[in-house]
């Protein structure tokens, strides 16, 4: 396995334009979780998911934002209607849940999507 | 609200010299605390992890962890121009892992 794979890398989009991103976490991995990062700043947590059930989702994500991993294998994140404070890099990172406590969420991540709302 | 703190930089310390990184935490609930690099434009890649009290060393880079005054450091000796990157310091607050905003690193020649 090759680790993380987002698709696609980057995306420019207009203002009120629906977009999907695409992530394929590390192949024994059971939990994949999606980040936005912006410029000077850490990865800010949206949300995750354990196998195919998304466990948590963060207060800050507004309704436009919506998340899947049907098949507990991929993902994808979507965005409604964008709107030019939505560009971001967009971050996908996969760990193993119930391994040994010193392996717990490590988590690795994918090359993320940088999105461009114009 | 659960937060990581970290100062931002720039910290410029010479090649061949240790630099240090800092970081805090708000919740004492915390088992695991992370140190990604992430060069420019790139994503996040795993330095280190710690989770027991003391220090854990991984070749020039050794991670420090102090719960009773919720801090977590990282020392890298021998630096290098390609350790010039900003370093991000996370913290595993029940499967959900919040990140600090990150410290840029500059390695002087």
């Known amino acids: 396995d090759t680790g993380v794979s987002q698709d696609p890398r980057h995306k420019i989009t207009k203002r009120g334009q629906n977009v999907t991103f695409r992530c394929d976490p590390i192949s024994e991995h059971n939990r994949l979780y999606w980040y936005r990062q912006t410029l000077g700043q850490g990865p800010e947590f949206l949300t995750y998911f354990q196998n195919e059930a998304q466990l948590e989702k963060s207060r800050l994500l507004s309704d436009r934002f919506s998340a899947e991993r049907p098949k507990g294998s991929f993902s994808t994140l979507e965005i409604q209607r964008t709107e030019q404070g939505d560009s971001a890099m967009y971050l996908c990172?996969?760990?193993?849940?119930?391994?040994?406590?010193?392996?717990?969420?490590?988590?690795?991540f994918g090359a993320g999507t940088r999105l461009s709302v114009l | 609200q659960k937060e990581v703190e970290q100062n931002s930089g720039p910290l410029s310390v010479p090649e061949g010299a240790i630099a240090s990184l800092n970081c805090t935490y708000s919740d004492r609930g915390s088992q695991s605390f992370f140190w990604y690099r992430q060069y420019s434009g790139k994503s996040p890649e795993l330095i280190m992890f710690?989770?027991?009290?003391g220090d854990k060393e991984d070749g020039r880079f050794t991670a420090q962890l102090n719960k009773a005054s919720q801090y977590v450091s990282l020392l890298i000796r021998d630096s290098q121009p390609s350790d010039s990157a900003t370093y991000l310091c996370a913290a595993d607050y029940n499967d959900k892992i919040i990140f600090g905003k990150g410290t840029r690193l500059h390695i002087l020649p």
């Open positions: 710690i989770y027991s009290n």
């Open positions: 990172a996969s760990s193993l849940a119930g391994g040994t406590f010193t392996a717990k969420n490590i988590q690795y």
